[in-house]
Each structure stands twice: as structure tokens, then as C-alpha cells.
């Protein structure tokens, strides 16, 4: 079966997958999850590190029923669209919740979880996952 | 400015071809162009999106130029992923208006059946931002999922209105000799198939296939030198990209990218969409078949299923989509779609597809895309 | 026939790039492109090889166009192996004599350190037949070291003569500040380094390398509406493919391909041999540089080593090969590689060479190969 | 990591793996390793199944000393390039000697040997290598 994941692959997206460090145009506000020179939407220059907030309003959600390599053990499991505050979306696994308490509009906060595991090499990989929000305020 | 024009295709049944290698898939669909004489290629485009991955092989060029006689000829592989098939005959296309070929073979063809399941609930992401979207476990079969929710919602619709589209589709290809599924369904069926994401189900999606198509195009001034049957003019092609995370374009329901491609291409032809009366559309999933004729401008927002529901789509309608079953129930072997897409159009145009002939058809046309719509193709074909 | 230029070209250095993906090495190499302005693109072409496999990203083509602003222009990806940057160049070219296209980005880009150490050496042969020869646990390198052996065999040569070329390209490095091995080796060191598969040396082949190149095509039509330094006519493209197995062809010791190719190109751009004073060539083995100089007539069978041996290849001799370390010291990021090619012609051309320039080189060529020689594309350029 | 070797192609080229079962050209002489329609040398149709003989010549060899992902656990491995009576010619593994042992010329014999393991699902995958003949006649 193929390689999902790759420990240098891993390591170079760290900051975006447990914080969601993400590096924001400074012109017109896009948001990139890679390191860039150059702004997707408008090719200003003028980059910027940022950080997502930690908190999001879920858009949309479904589940994965037929799982891909190396979440075999997850499935079914709960996914999301989710929008912050900025307008910035993205989609990411939804948990600790059945997905009778989602709705269009629910908060959620981020959370740092196992996203997957690649069976034959054993390697676990972690990253940020959202669930409904718990803790006060956003 | 020369005209192309298409002289010969050949397309094999899609199925799970577990005797055979890519080399035989090649092999025998090239036999398949023996009317097509004399045998002189200028150049060879290959279409393949996963043999890297799941055949060990790369260089696809060379290996189908000497696989199929023509080692020495200049060969490429191209790849955008579902459109790759599209994406090598808009590359042919430009070959010959260069002037720098004459006659172009291209060959699209994906052996999906040698990936394990998970690999092929995996294998559609490498369309989509890997690092953005695979790594979550998010599929792209997820993706469309919540395209379709986002879709019934916001036009407030019953599900029917998105899946009725796969029962036009098997009944197609009930006719179809080449087509991968040739069982009838219903709408019950479809609706009571599994959930692959909700409110996705199973019979709206598609199933690794293995195919190979190929076709040969020639410049107007090489015609007369080629012994053909009929031929078919490709008289308009172009191509378009759009944002890649379907969220994050302006309208995730509009495939923009297609919008743009298509009126290109019809606009390259010098024909108005109307006159259209055959066309492949790209129905990876059910739902595209909505996207892709509301943004090429077929029906209104939201209003295709009501069209397709009247008729409009099918014989006798304003225009034929997938005559031959689509992605759907024809197959969808990845980097050969394109390729079947077109030849099915040429068999229609030169009046040799058999139970699935739409009469009278003089023109059409052909959407293709990669992901879900990030990269679009369209081709335009004229009786010749 | 309208003429091709290059208006601008950039390139990263060669390195392991742990900290960046394939989106961070594009967006830095197109940023190296903003000399040139307005920033009208009708076309791009991306050259990769193993993304797929090492980054788990197809579709190239969307992924690249948005990555750099561009989000609906037409991209695809083209895949020849180690010649996939010069593939794509080819496409670009072409697109641009078809007249539906005035400029063109062309774009390699590769990751290979997210390899294990294993992969990198299975991964070559990915470009010979796998299931022939990779199954069978024969390494591309492998295949190489039996063309060497025969090679010294048949012409009765001490070794020497074809691991000197390692030499000379890791001095040409030296002054090459995107290189990635900028240190000086000798004969010796070549020659004790640990044998990958005799006689092969680890000096005699290439390391996984990250790299990016990009340069922009224009037509002579819409050269008077760019702003941009200076040009580089792209006078004449052209490849061929050969028998993948290199010992079912002939002669195992021709690269027949390359002959094709460059006579070819030369002849499209109306020069001669001679007229070359810069030349790429492919040297992913050291063996490579003897049989591409033999094969494309620069030197007698068998006699490129004396040749070097006599300065014919370097600064002051005949024509300078590799004048910034090629394959073996620059690197080989495989599918970017062609990209290298040409964006260091087109800094000789335009006398931005620094340490590395060639004096009085009016005109400049390049040969670049898959595996060994199952395809191969030539690129002549004149100074603009 | 990748995955090099999978059941259902093992399965395909079962009968040339294990006995060099080809598929020849009647016209021009020339051998494929898979099924086909059309000569890949003359283009003929005339093509018939064939079987190479168990006998043949070394050309020239090297040794593998970097393995590639699934041959780890037999580096350093010899292969080789061989010629059958007819001229067709294969690399494939060298076994049961020595380098020293073979110069070009040297008589070999097929036989069918576990070709390589993949680590992680444990699949092995055999196949023919040649070793020096042992047994008599050609
Ligand atoms: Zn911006
Ligand atoms: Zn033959």
C-alpha cells in the first residue's frame, strides 16, 4: 500500500497542524497553510505569519464511512467545514460528539488529536481537530 | 489557421482487467485503429494519472511508444488528474495547430483494480491540497458530500433532484457494449444504496475501473494522404483552472473553471450551445452532473434536476448527456476518461454508436475535469 | 512561423529543502520571475515527477497556477522521467507556435528528500520497465554500471576515462552559487569512493535533491508589450523516444534518441554543431556524458574521455559542457532538472553567468534524458 | 513508504515470473514479458505464446550494494545481463556464486528463488533468477 505519511512531511507542517500557524497576505488577507513568497489570490509579496484563532463556527459536515489508508481505525468519523471569524475555511475532523448535536452555526474550539495511524509502519500523526465548544468566550 | 481533425478511435470495455498489464491494455486498444492506414505518427500524447503509484511506472512516454511499434517517435505523459485524458488531447490539439505534427495519437489508460480498497478510498485526494484536506482523513468523495448538502440546501431541494442522475446514466449504458455497469437502476436503488457520506450513497459515485482509449488526430493538410473511414473535426478545445479547495472560491456550486472552458471552446468552434446536441459531462460524483450543466449554462441555478426530470437531458430532449452512461455507469478509469469521452463523441458524429446513437447530432461536446472542477477541458466536435 | 523567446528565468538552489513543500518552492521561484512585467500568462506547463508518490499531490497543474495568483489560467503537468523539465519546455514551445498561446510559464518543480533512502534508489527505476527490470531488483543504477563496464570493455579504456567528468563538473560547481555541491573533488577521490554497483562510484551519480526552476515563454508577437531585461531566442526544440530496455536496442552503447533529438533541434534552428559553444547534458551517471557526447558527434565512439581528458569539453576547448556542474554537482531534481538546463543556458546568453560564464557563447544547447535514454529532448537557444 | 510489490500483479505475470512464459512475434522474432495484440518492434499481429529456454549466457554483471525498499534483506545481490540461444536478453538476479565466478560467457541456468520481501506486509515474491549451470546440455 502507499506511504501516507512521511516524518519529514510531518515535521515541515508542524506549526500548521498543531496551532494553525498559517502565513496571511498582508494585502488582501488570504491565508496560506504553507510557508510562501508570493499571495495566492493577489501575488502581493507582503506575507506575514498569523495564527487561526482557536475557535470556528461549523458551516457544513458529513461523515467518512469508507475510510482511506491509514484511518481504518477512525472510521466512521465525523468531518467538517469550518469557517473563522476572518472568513478563513477549512475542513477538519469533528470530535468528541455524534453527529446528531452538529448543526449549521455550531462553535467549536480546536483541539490537538491522533488524526491517524499508518498501520504498517506504526507511525501516529497528530494535528488539530475541532469539537463543540466547551470553554467560554470566543 | 489549419483545422484538426479526429480520423480514427478505439476504446476497450472498462472493467477489472486483472490479466493485464498497461503494455496489453495498450496494445490491444491501438489494434483497435488497424482502419487507420498508413501508420505515421508525428507525435504520441499518454494519458495516466496513478501508474506511478500503483504500476511502478513512470516515463509512461516511452514505454507506450515502443509498446505499441513506435519507439523513436516523440511520446509525453501528461497528467490533471481526472482530466488527464481531456488534457492529453488539448496537448495533441496544439501539436498539430504548431505545425510542428502532422498526426497525433493519443492513448489515455489507468488500471485502477490493482489499488487495495483504502488505497482507493485514498487515491481521489491527490486531486485535491493534500496537505490541506487528505491529511485529515477528508475524502474527496467527503468533499463532494458536502457540496451536495450545500447544493439541496441552499435551493431547498429533495435529494431525487441530485440522484436521479445515476439512474439516467445506468439506463444509458444498459445500451452501452463498452460501458463498465450495464444494469439498469432505480431511484430507489440509488437511494437505498450505502452511505458513502451522507447524503451521498454509493450508487452516486464511482468504482476503479481499468480502461484504455486512444484516438488519432491529423491536421487538414495531412488528411488526404490518410486512409480513414469517416472523420470528425475538432473544431474548438480549451482549457481552464479554478481554486483548488472547492470552499474557497467565491461560490463553492459554481465550477467556474468549467464555465470558462467551455464557452472558450465553443467560441474557438464557432458554435452557440445550442447547437449541441451530444455532450460528456464529468459525473465523478452525482452531484457535478447538477454543477457542471447549471455552470455551463444548461439550466438554472438549482433547476437541473427539474430539467432532467422533464426530459432535457435525455433522447429526445434538448441535449443528450452521456450517452454512453458517463463516469457513472460507462466507467471512470481516471486518466483515460477523457479519452473515452471524445471517442464516444466521434462514434456518435459519425453515426457508429450502435443503441446509443442520438440522431442527428452534427456537433458536440465534452467537459472534463480534475478534482472537483479545480482544472476543467472542453473539446467541441463538428461532423466532418 | 512566429519565433519563441525566453524573457525571464529563475531558479532555487539545489538542496534538501526539509522546511518547504512543493507550494513554498514554487512561490519562491516565481517571486525570482518579477523582473519581468505586466505578469500576463495565457499558459503554464509544471514538470514533476514523483509528487505523487512523495508528496501524495497530482494534479500539478491547478496546484501550481493557484499557488502563484493565477487561478483560472490552463496548467497541466507533464511527467518524462528525468526529462520532465524539458518535456514541459517542449509543450510551452509548442503551445506558442500553435498561436493559442503568447506567453507561457514553464515551471520544474521536485521534491525527492522526502524519500527514504531506499525509495531514492528504487525510485529511478520507475523510468526503466518495472516489470522487467525493477522487479528483478535491478537499480537503475545498476543498468548504468553494465553500460560502463561494457563500455570500458569494448573500447579498451582504464576508468579514468569516464569518472574524470564527475571532476570537471564539481569544479564548474565550485563557482556556481545555486549548486548544490560547490566543493572541488579529484580523480581519486571519485575513483575511492564507495562503489554503488561496480564499477560505479557514489561520485559517479546524483543525491536526492529539492529544487525549483521557472522560466516565461513569449511569441515574437507579444515580445513588444513585455517588460524584461534581455531575451534568449528559443530556436529549436525537439525529442525522440528509443527502446526502453537499453540492452534490447542495437547498440546499447548509442543513444539514439539524443541524436534524433539534437539534430533535429539544431537543424530547426539553423545552426551546426559547431556554432554551440554552451551545452546541458545529462550526466545523472557519469558514464551518460560519454555516450550523450558520442552520440550527438561531439566526439568519436569511444574517444570522449581523451577528449576531455584534452580540454575539449571545458572553458577554452570546443564547447563548455555543464558549465555550472550539471546533473552530478548543480543536482538533479529530477523533473526541474530540464528547467536548470535552460534557465543556465539563458543566463549565458544573456552574460549573467558570473564566475561560471562562458566567454563570446552566442548560441547555447541542451539534452536532457529519461531513464537511460528511453527518451530524450534537445533545446537549441540563440542569443536574443 | 511505497509499495513495490501487489497480489494482483504478482498474479499477472505469474507465468513469466516463474517460467518465462513470453508472448513472441511470429513475423519479426521479438519476445514480450506481457500479453499482447501488436508487436512493440514490427507492429505484426502474428504474435504466440512462447516459453524462453532455462539455459543461458551472461552478457555482463554488476552487484546491487544500496538496495532499493524490499530487497534490504538481500543486499549485496549480483544481477545480470543474459542472452538466450534466440538473442533475447534479461537482467535478473545472479545466485548460488560468487562474482568471481562469472565472466561474460558463463553458462546459467533458470531456477525459481524468493526474489524479494516486502518489510512491511510481509509479502514475499518469487521468481526466476539464473545461477551457473549445474545440471547437463543446453
Ligand atoms: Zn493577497
Ligand atoms: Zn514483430
Not at chain 2, 470495455?13 to 483497435?32: A, C, F, T, Y
Request: contains cysteine; hydrophobic residues 45%; charged residues 20%.
Amino acid at each position: 500500500m502507499h506511504a501516507v505519511f512521511r516524518p519529514p512531511v510531518n515535521w515541515r507542517h508542524r506549526r500548521f497542524r498543531y496551532k494553525l500557524v498559517v502565513w496571511r497576505c498582508l494585502n488582501c488577507g488570504a491565508v496560506h497553510h504553507y510557508a510562501t513568497s508570493i499571495c495566492r489570490r493577489c501575488r502581493s509579496n507582503r506575507i506575514d505569519e498569523d495564527k487561526l484563532p482557536d475557535r470556528a463556527r461549523l458551516i457544513t459536515y458529513t461523515v467518512v464511512k469508507n475510510p482511506p489508508i491509514a484511518f481504518e481505525k477512525q472510521a466512521p468519523y465525523i468531518v467538517g467545514l469550518v469557517e473563522f471569524e476572518d472568513g478563513t475555511k477549512l475542513v477538519a475532523g469533528i470530535t468528541d460528539c455524534d453527529p446528531e448535536e452538529l448543526k449549521p452555526g455550531t462553535e467549536l474550539e480546536r483541539v490537538v488529536r491522533k488524526i491517524a495511524e499508518d498501520g504498517e509502519s506504526g507511525l501516529i500523526v497528530y494535528g488539530y481537530k475541532f469539537r463543540p465548544a466547551i470553554t467560554r468566550g470566543r | 489557421m489549419r483545422k484538426v481533425y479526429i480520423v480514427g478511435a478505439s476504446l476497450l470495455k472498462v472493467d477489472e482487467q486483472w490479466g493485464h498489464s498497461i503494455d496489453s491494455l495498450v496494445s490491444q486498444v491501438v489494434d483497435g485503429l488497424a482502419e487507420v492506414r498508413p501508420w505515421k505518427i508525428d507525435s504520441i500524447y499518454v494519458a495516466n494519472a496513478l501508474g506511478e503509484i500503483l504500476q511502478n511506472q513512470a516515463n509512461l512516454g516511452a514505454i507506450v511508444a515502443e509498446d505499441i511499434g513506435l519507439a523513436g517517435v516523440p511520446a509525453l505523459r501528461v497528467e490533471a488528474g481526472g482530466a488527464s485524458g481531456a488534457a492529453a488531447l488539448v496537448s495533441g490539439y496544439q501539436a498539430i495547430l504548431s505545425g510542428l505534427a502532422d498526426t497525433v495519437l493519443v492513448i489515455g489508460v489507468e488500471k485502477l483494480s490493482d489499488a487495495t480498497p483504502e488505497e482507493a478510498v485514498f487515491l481521489p485526494s491527490l486531486s485535491e491540497r493534500y496537505d490541506l484536506v487528505g491529511f485529515q482523513g477528508v475524502t474527496e468523495s467527503a468533499l463532494a458530500a458536502m457540496m451536495y448538502r450545500m447544493y439541496l440546501e441552499r435551493y431547498e431541494l429533495p435529494q431525487e433532484m441530485v440522484a436521479q442522475f445515476p439512474v439516467i446514466m445506468h439506463e444509458h449504458a444498459s445500451r452501452a457494449p463498452h460501458a463498465q455497469y450495464q444494469f439498469k437502476t432505480t431511484l430507489d436503488n440509488v437511494l437505498s444504496s450505502p452511505v458513502v457520506s451522507p447524503p451521498l450513497r454509493r450508487l452516486e459515485t464511482t468504482a476503479p475501473a481499468d480502461g484504455a482509449a486512444a484516438l488519432i488526430l491529423s491536421s487538414s493538410d495531412a488528411l488526404p494522404t490518410i486512409q480513414h473511414e469517416q472523420v470528425v473535426e475538432l473544431a474548438g478545445a480549451a482549457s481552464s483552472t479554478d481554486i483548488v479547495f472547492p470552499f474557497d472560491r467565491e461560490d463553492p456550486l459554481k465550477l467556474s473553471a468549467a464555465t470558462r472552458a467551455f464557452f472558450e471552446a465553443l467560441a474557438r468552434a464557432g458554435l452557440s450551445r445550442e447547437q449541441v446536441k451530444v455532450l460528456e459531462i464529468h459525473d465523478s460524483y452525482s452531484i457535478l452532473a447538477n454543477l457542471i450543466l447549471e455552470s455551463i449554462g444548461y439550466s438554472e441555478e438549482g433547476a437541473s434536476g427539474v430539467d432532467a426530470k422533464n426530459g432535457m437531458f435525455d433522447y429526445g430532449g434538448k441535449v443528450v448527456i452521456n450517452a454512453f452512461g458517463g463516469l457513472k455507469a460507462r466507467g471512470h478509469p481516471l486518466g483515460a476518461t477523457g479519452v473515452y469521452q471524445a471517442a464516444e463523441i466521434f462514434l456518435q458524429l459519425t453515426g457508429r454508436a450502435g443503441a446509443c446513437q442520438v440522431d442527428g447530432a452534427k456537433y458536440g461536446a465534452m467537459i472534463s475535469l480534475s478534482g472537483l472542477g479545480s482544472a476543467a477541458y472542453a473539446l467541441v466536435m463538428k461532423e466532418g
